[in-house]
């Protein structure tokens, strides 16, 4: 395991998910959690467990899913269980969470 740490949260790479990415360098998908503007999204994986994911942007703005699992008796640190690019759909949603949340910070 591989623990990162975004201001006081603590992010844990499990080997079997920074095996499964695909097209991903496990840095974008930090730089997405440390995001200043990151959209909380509660989702299931596919077998059926609870997740919470965080829709964002790396650096370069590329959008982002990453799903986490919190860790039993941990106040605040976080399994990473996945990670992808949004698809167009999701992306439509994003993009239209971020015009909102701009119209909020103005």
Do not use: C, N
Request: no cysteine; net charge neutral; proline share 5%.
């Amino acid at each position: 395991m591989r623990v990162h740490y975004t201001a006081a949260v603590g992010y844990v790479w499990l080997e079997i998910t920074l095996a499964a990415l695909r097209g991903l360098e496990p840095y974008e998908v930090l730089q997405a959690l440390g995001s200043r503007r990151r959209y909380p999204v509660p989702g299931r994986s596919e077998q059926g467990i609870q997740v919470l994911t965080i829709w964002a942007r790396t650096s370069a703005g590329r959008p982002l899913v990453v799903a986490l699992r919190k860790i039993p008796d941990s106040r605040r640190d976080w399994w990473i269980v996945g990670a992808r690019e949004l698809d167009e759909s999701e992306l439509a949603l994003f993009e239209q969470w971020e015009r909102k949340a701009g119209d909020d910070h103005d």
